[in-house]
């Protein structure tokens, strides 16, 4: 946990790799955050008809494919660019993983045994992973399974974050950016709590949340917030 919670500046975390640029959640897109100075990424799982956890954002790929729907082996075939966490994890050692669970009840595959695949695929990665979901019930079974284990509630643009301090058991809050009203004022509430917005692209956004000393930023512009952060640069 020190990793993500006592860090002398803001992390940089690359949304689904560097997507501004590359195929976002591959393989190639992590590696591309990385030369560009990510501290870490932000992926997202979901998982096949025969359970294995991949990477991928959408219930489907682009060639329409539902993802719970088939196994692993067809996926492959189909997209051999989407890879599994585990290979993920595998080929991005140096780097901090924060692993969102795409789990919804608004969707037909919803069920937390999502939950329980991805910290079994973590494994022995586990030191450098949080793992969050938008759904409060995925956050609480993580807590159930692995109570020291990192995680993360993700909230959507009309929720403040201040409202959920010492409302909710988690270790960070994911907030979108633009409902952080006084970023030095969240960060002294928040305590040992790890504020990580999303997804801050705009150099001006940057900086903001940069100078209210927050915890990362979550972009898909990593070399952008890695100067900003370096340099406590201007936003310019």
Known sequence: MPHWFHHPTPLVLGHRGSRSTTRENTIASF?????????????????TADGVVVV????DTRDGILINEVPFSELRASDPEIPTL?????????????????????EESYGLNLVDATLATIGRHRDRVLVSSFDPASVERVRSID????????TDSDVDPMALLGNI??????????????VAALMEAAGELAI??????????????VDGGITSIISDFPARARAIVDTGGSAT
Do not use: C, F
Not at 203 to 209: C, E, N, T, V
């Open 86 to 106: 585990w290979e993920t994890l595998e080929a991005t050692t140096d780097l901090l993983i924060n692993v969102e669970i795409k789990n919804s009840p608004m």
């Open 147 to 154: 109570p020291e284990l990192p995680r993360g509630i993700i």
């Open 169 to 182: 058991e988690v270790h960070a809050i994911h907030p979108y950016h633009l409902a952080i009203q006084d």
């Open 31 to 47: 590696r591309l955050a990385r030369q560009e100075g990510a501290d870490g990424l932000e992926l997202d799982v979901r998982q």
């Open 196 to 209: 990580n917005p999303w997804t801050v692209n705009e150099p001006a956004d940057i900086q903001r949340l």
């Open 56 to 59: 991928h954002h959408d219930a």
